[in-house]
């Protein structure tokens, strides 16, 4: 479905990087979701630029809801998101346009779109995008949150410092909710300085993020194809600089022995429940109603001001880039909300197929069902 | 989709372990592909248990192509295979029922199904499920090889055990395709004394693997959401077992700075291409034309003898697990060709949808196209 | 999605007239829902061909539930039905090979797909094909059954003779299950006659079909554009012959005034209701509580004795082509049935939309859902 | 795909008559396509009501797109079409919020959203959303025209008086390009007259409208259950009003024999035509290369000033309406051009699941395809 996502709650992205307007829509969406748009701002707020560790470039990130809400609710029928695009200066790229840099679309979006392509800022390939992801995404979690299911995301490692990884759940989300730099341990200013001092350097830096979902009931997802995994994995892999995504123990599972790797089921207040929760709260692709638990490999920020080797793809020499404009050299903290947000969304989808449209939503009225 | 996926070329899979038949039908795909009953054959083989490191059980895995194929081509409708269910044994698991298997998908297709699962042999969620996706994926690869697309994938760690990574890709799957046991240094030994070592002491081994793809076009894919990772992902998470998925240095580029992570571009014999491949043949979602590469993490074979702690979700009371009938001690062998070939399914299906149906047939009359 | 149809509840089919087997895949359908063998047997045999105004071919219809079903119920994961093809007689075709039938779908799958299309007895255009709509179509219906749903269909006109549109809906249902031949007025040898003499001639006659459901709750559906209408238009317009479909009045509304055409609303038992039911049970693409109904022009079958013109697509060369072979001088009466069977299966997978997957089925468990 | 339409090229409607505006998003485009913002505006004017016998709402319909167009082409990545709505006066609708508008669906809507719906002037239900339809449908026509295929719809029968059918193809379309009122012969003025005489009585009229293609290439939709039929009546059964879609000759086929009914092939100029054009261009769901045709039955228009019985679901009581506000004594001339919008989009999507993303675009650059 290329730029949409979703079976029966569908996310479709579109804008581009220097355009007008970034749009989401968001729909399938159960009617009777309080739509909060101060808590759309906080949310993009998290995902804004806002210091030294990020780029120069300043968003307002105005968002303007056109449809889809009224009178404070959802609707049911589509959320449509517009966000103007603001601080443009598309100059800083349109001199560089051939110029191929390293590890960014540059060079696949010329060839998909056969020299189409709005090269500004990265087009429709800009992390800019993900602003959508994020104030769509406000929704789906507050629907998520009056059922009792909660998403949180930290920076787990960045620059060789690492975080501790998530222990008691709700205090560590109340923790992050209120954290513009989302960790848990006291690490933040040790990351902030590798990622200065990457910057610097005329370099970037990535890292890891741990992505925790608590309450989920257990039911959710499909054995063949739409396992709970392979949902998630294929929304996160949308995000730029997302290279590898693991759940549970992930990559370590590999080298342990089946008595150590599986986890034990127990009783808990009569509650099925697992001891350990290495397979991350899916089995089969589907949740057993342990948390869900998933890191993701973030690369570093392609965009860097040293010299590059690359190739000028419109005469066809190889060239040396010297990428200047306004870049971040640590995308990893604004890509935390991120996360959260389009976990939220896959998440609504998943227990929307499973438990039908109404279930994130309210009624004011018993309709024709008995 | 469920047990589908797919959008132009398009793969349904049904049936469980203990069932009658396995069933995969591969719709979308173009007319005019050689269908190659012994090469399919071949191909079960590799994923066939075949020595003390494998399950006891034993299948001939006599498929039969019930339709789309007419004198030996595709005929551009859908492909049906059945593989019927011989050497079911299926009482060592009815005295189990009740017993969650941990970190096996027994509890979570209770809830799921609501207690109507069968519960057989793991039902619908049995690695025997991928009997079909070998089957279907050996004609995907026969269409792909036309094109001059070739696909490998061998284990790259077992049991501590460490294989090289991919070098001569050509020389590599020559290699792949001649041994039943997918790796390319002379690990073999070391790796199978691991597996039953792990054995003897009731108890399993997982592993990694890796997959590369060569003569992948360039500009195939999408940005949001059907990337070509995202797509590669949400198709191997289905392979039960897969708990991480990472493309080209993956996680490890977490740790590097963008200096080092970024893929130079440069020209050879006229072709853009990067001296390097740490994105693994995708920017922004879109083959690049560089050979994709991914590695995903096979957790160890969740049956195990040993006495594992559990509960019985029909008494609703803690017991003691002890499981007997016949298993892998380790997948991670059987596994690879599992991965190859839905791979394959998987580029196909991207492949189709950018270049049209017919790219990766044949004809025998120009029909109403100009 | 090809040869599927459905978001929730889909369904696949393969197979062509003179292969080995059809097959058809029903995924999405609940877990619970009881699978009767002999009901499945009884509506395969009103499809099939069982007199002089038949085809000549005679099948058994042998169909075997390879998956899907454990211990007499939907298991949840998917349904698999195959029908072995008998009584294959395809030197039939292949002398006549290239000879376009005209208003067949020899010639356009001949473009479609390439020449490569496997041609005998129509190949995956059959009606044949139906069989498995009928098939999966049973459970369906016993899934809707137990929901209060009923639907029901029958020939409204052929040959120029007319039934009565429904009246009693329950009556009329129960009158139609225990008829062959599918009419409520006693109009069966008038129209018997009338295919007997089209026969004679070496022709063939069309009719149109009417359908209705009860039962079905007010609110489903979507606006745009998985109307009702929509989704049962796109699945009516599968079936081979069908060629118009109108809702309610239909193509009568055309010649109406507003104050003719609209539906009053009215309080019935406390329930909205509609005194007249010229929207057919659809009022914006959503269920309104009232029956659902519909209309559906059935051409004359194509397969005709008489001589007609046509080309010979392989010589490129006009010819006279006079078709042998079995064939039914009118398919409306087998159509009926199938008609019915797609029409459940369409709700059912709009109901699992709205309401979600257990909706249909039953539970030995309520799993992890408070 | 509720509010999405296609595979391949994708629609996506959302907005609401009285909200900030109206959203459509077209996905799927090949880059290249010249957008051309006159000719844009032109296609909205033709759907604009314009005198005495549409709606007295007036509309700028000042449409911007923002984005997927880049230097004046498509860039292949999502087209967004704000139309921000004006002149709305909520109020005229606030009041009567509860009265179900017979054969409107205000009920049903209510039932589905579950009170939460936007009632006002219909919502997203109002046949203001096509405005949409128009706005993208212009873009894929002019893809469409670029590869020699023409579309145009005309009114073939209101108010009793009846338009001839299309003759000379090329000659109507360039006709209709040229009128308001969009017939071929000249019945405008009795038309015009029969729905003024409409709502001088408090009423409105209904009518059937035609559309046909020429230049869709052989070969293009599928047998089950993307059939090109299926794929345009589920779009078509989306616009408001439209209760009936026929093919070719359509119900009419249901009186005639096969002798009567076949379509004779023949060579015209050395290519495979049909005599006659009764099954409107497709054979077993697949484009045969002769213009397809289609007809639709539009009701009419619900609201009418006449007094109405109906219920108010808010109160549970019978109550008598009587629709003020403005509105269409007969909507058919302005769904002309919708139909004919919404038919280009999906040829679009058949066209390019066939021969790819590239068929109906541009290159600027050959890319990395050989």
Known sequence: MKN??????????SGESHGEALCAVLDGLAPGIPVDE?????????????????????????????????????????????????????????????????SHADYTAHVKYRGFEDYRGGGHFSGRITAGIVAAGAVALTALQARGIRIGTHIL??????????????QDFDHLENRDF????EVEEAMRTRILEAREQGDSLGGIIQTAVTGM????????FDSLEGMLANALFSIGGIKGVEFGAG??????????????????????????????????????????????????????????QTVNFLTGEEATLRVTGRHDPAIIRRICIVVTSLTGI???????????????????TNGGKA
Chains 1, 2, 3, 4 share one sequence.
């Open 38 to 102: 101060t808590f759309i701002a906080a949310q993009l707020s998290r995902r804004r630029p806002g210091g030294a560790t990020d780029t120069a470039r300043r968003e307002q990130d105005a968002f303007r809801i056109v449809s889809g809400v009224f009178k404070g609710y959802t609707t049911g029928t589509p959320l449509t998101i517009l966000i103007p695009n603001e601080n443009v200066r598309s100059s800083d790229y349109d001199a560089h346009y051939g110029l191929a840099r390293p």
């Open 217 to 224: 009931p257990a039911g959710v997802g499909e054995p063949w």
């Open 4 to 13: 949409s996502i979703g079976t029966s709650v569908i996310l479709t992205l």
């Open 251 to 308: 990559f370590s599972l590999a080298a342990m022995r089946g008595s150590e790797a599986n986890d034990a089921f127990r009783l808990t207040d009569g509650q099925v429940q697992t001891a350990t929760n290495r397979s991350g709260g899916i089995n089969g692709g589907i949740s057993n109603g342990m948390p869900i638990l998933f890191q993701a490999a973030v690369k570093p920020t392609p965009s860097i001001s040293r010299p590059q």
């Open 346 to 364: 896959v998440l609504c989808d998943a227990l929307a197929l499973r438990f039908g449209t109404d279930y994130l939503g309210a009624a004011r």
């Open 157 to 170: 490692s960045c620059g060789g410092v690492q975080d501790r990884p998530f222990g008691d759940f709700g």
């Open 182 to 185: 989302p960790v848990l341990d």
